[in-house]
């Protein structure tokens, strides 16, 4: 198994090649359902906002695991003009219009790690992550861990 | 074959060392021997090894009969009859000697996985599987004192590059046994897991989902795809959840719970929730859940009239006052 | 193209048959618009079947096919939905307010009549 996918995204239709490839590596990776749905609809949201707002950037999809876990890394990067309100655009509204319309709060909701770094001279970056236990003993033994 | 050669920089080389030369393939030591100090005592080491494999494949049959002899007086396997244990023993002492010779544990992981597959059904516990092992690491040790007795120096030699060797696979299949125990119990969790949450279709386009016993987050998952599954499966447009028999719920589960109500919306079902204790209700109405959006009934029986109303079998009128 | 439409009386059926990019999403709510208005058509029945991600630009095309073809005198009812689709739509907390779902095309249909009783009842 490849240990990293990219996908250049330079138009629309780059989004539907991101979200398969997402969907694919998770499943790949043996995420269970829905898991692989989640993933890609959450890459479809930030892969979006490259084309929207940079033109062009890249998805960069990568696997990681460790004792007790596996999951898959996404990366958006443009080097576009940069989201000046980094707070507003995560903001997670209640009426469901915070955000400022890039869907990011609602990426964040379906994964489990998100950050965002964003500034004018160097561009946009989008980390998130999803992860699972590899099996009940597994998140046992994490559990036991942190009560250690 | 070297007896009178001493050990070189015995200090410089620790046990863990002598371990690690020992286990490298003949065709891999060349290669590491060149221009190495301590190439001397590692092709001893690793001669001693060999050695000592070679004395006891030739007296595989005795020692294997000592063997089950003590497997017998601990009297451990007993599920097991004689000829079973035979046929097992010897499988496991020559792959104990293909693990000593090579210091390779694949292969032994993958047999001691397969022997376990065969053995955990048949009752076999844990400390019988380490005990036996350990057993035949006692036999074949008291074989090597009773060979080399007479030259303390190379017993001694002989036992370092024995000991390790021979740990490592005590380890490795005590190890194996016990996470194809651990697979086992884990498979048998999710057929449970599979087989309390039934999804019932009463009437056509009508599913029932009674759940009993503990609701933790695996389950609740579990739950939601059978559910959302069994409606696009079944046509299902009315659906009812009875929890009667769920005591309490936590934020994350009843969390769960309504996105599952409102994915089955999504997909054209209603949801009726029936037989909820005051601390789910409790637990539902701290969550700030859109209780208007969700429709419970007390209990079962109420709910299921209310499903048939609602999927068309039922004249919603008057009668409804009756309940 | 991706989406097979047809047209069953006053109502047209549209079956998206592939994942779609943004640009086909914008067609597909052009031509909707347009045989909507060129027909006088009641009802527009979607299926998304296909679609294995929904996100909020879909969803938010969708609000405006169902706003406009309310607009030019048609409802609309989306069916089909994935399972795991609904609970990422879900999760997300994607705002649908004005959708309406049916679980196929018999309910989608069954619907749009209840809905065309009820007006002809208000209106007649």
Known sequence: ?148 | MDEERRPSNSDALTREQTEDRASESPEARPREEAGDRSADSSSGADQLLQELVAYLRENRTKLREEWAQRISDAELLQVMSDEEIFSEATEVYDNYMDALETGSIENLQTYARELSERIIPRGVETDEVLGIVLLLRDALARSLFARYQEDLGLLNRILDSYEPAANRIAVTVGVSFVEERERVIHEQQEAIRELSTPVLQVRDRLLILPIIGVLDTARARQLTEQLLGAIRDNRATVVVIDITGVATIDRTVANHLVQTVEASRLMGARTILTGLSPDIAQTLVDLGVDLGMMKTVGDLQGGLEEAERLAGYRAADASDTET | MSVAILRRGDVLIASIQSDLSDTEVVELRQELAELVGRHRLRGIVIDVGALDVIDSFVTRALRTIVLTARLLGAATVIVGLAPDVAIAMVQFRLNLKPLRVALDLDEALAMLDRLNQRGAEDGG
């Open chain 1, 1 to 148: 198994m490849a240990d990293e996918v990219r996908v250049r995204i330079d138009n629309d239709a780059d989004l539907v090649t991101a979200r398969a490839e997402g969907r694919a590596m998770a499943e790949r990776l043996g995420f269970p359902r829905p898991d692989p749905t989640l993933i890609a609809t959450a890459i479809s949201e930030i892969a979006r906002n490259i084309v929207t707002h940079a033109g062009r950037g890249e998805i960069i999809l990568a696997r990681f695991e460790d004792a007790n876990r596996y999951g898959i890394v996404v990366t958006a990067v443009d080097e576009g003009p940069g989201i000046r309100d980094v707070e507003a655009a995560l903001r997670d509204d209640v009426s469901g219009r915070g955000g400022l319309g890039l869907g990011l709060p609602g990426a964040r909701r379906l994964m489990d790690d998100f950050e965002l770094k964003s500034d004018a001279e160097t561009g946009t970056t989008v980390t998130m992550r999803k992860w699972r236990y590899r099996d009940e003993l597994a998140r046992l033994r994490e559990e036991r861990r942190g009560r250690a």
